[in-house]
């Protein structure tokens, strides 16, 4: 039922629409931009219902208190402590090894303010565990969501990130402001 629910409120309701090419493997990671407002979380978390997916994702600590904390646990939320030194992207690449199924959804950006230095604990995560990696992109103007790529990592993670912000530089965010695929991927496609 909110499944349902899910697909009616996405699809109907919002005219959200999906061009997604590939089936997820058991084990990948979702690399998902742009991430520019909270309304990706609903959107993502509405396409995961209707599309029956069941996976994690990342959000910083301070979301995890009280009744929102318990929320986002039951949802797949991880919480991330950037305070501690801690090598997250170790663990999480062990636990990704050590389980059956591990689809774990992470926005390269790492805030929903403008950035152009993209974190890059999704591609050691992949590299690690030999996960691929699938490109999601969530287009406002166009009310899309799109899967049309995926990689494997290669190892040459200069050449790997190009390739991976080049096929998000021309999705729209909510507020396209405060999306950037960085200054060498932009003079990259400029030529």
């Not at 058991?26 to 990671?29: N, S």
């Not at 929320?71 to 039951?74: G, H, N, S, V």
């Given at each position: 039922m909110l499944q349902t629910l899910s697909k009616f409120l996405l699809y109907k309701?919002?005219?959200?629409k999906k061009d997604v090419r590939f089936k997820l493997p058991?084990?990948?990671?979702i690399c998902?931009?742009?991430h520019t407002s909270n309304w990706d979380f609903l959107i993502g978390q509405l396409y995961a219902e209707a599309e029956?997916?069941?996976?994690?994702?990342?959000?910083k600590k301070e979301w995890f208190i009280g009744p929102l904390g318990i929320?986002?646990?039951?949802l797949g939320g991880i919480p991330v402590y950037r305070d501690k030194h801690t090598s997250m992207t170790d663990r999480l690449a062990e636990m990704a090894k050590e389980v059956d199924k591990f689809?774990?959804?992470i926005t390269p950006e790492g805030t929903r303010s403008l950035n152009s230095n993209w974190k890059m604990?999704?591609?050691?995560?992949?590299?690690k565990?030999?996960?691929p990696i699938f490109l999601y992109g969530l287009d406002y103007e166009r009310k899309l969501i799109a899967c049309t790529k995926f990689i494997n990592p290669s190892g040459d993670i200069d050449t790997d990130m190009q390739d991976i912000k080049s096929y998000f530089k021309d999705f729209k965010g909510k507020y396209p402001e405060l999306f950037t695929v960085g200054e060498r991927s932009e003079e990259r496609f400029s030529r």
């Open positions: 309701c919002m005219g959200w058991k084990k990948a990671i998902l931009a742009p029956g997916l069941r996976g994690n994702f990342l959000m929320l986002f646990r039951k689809q774990l959804c604990g999704f591609y050691y995560i992949a590299e565990a030999n996960l």
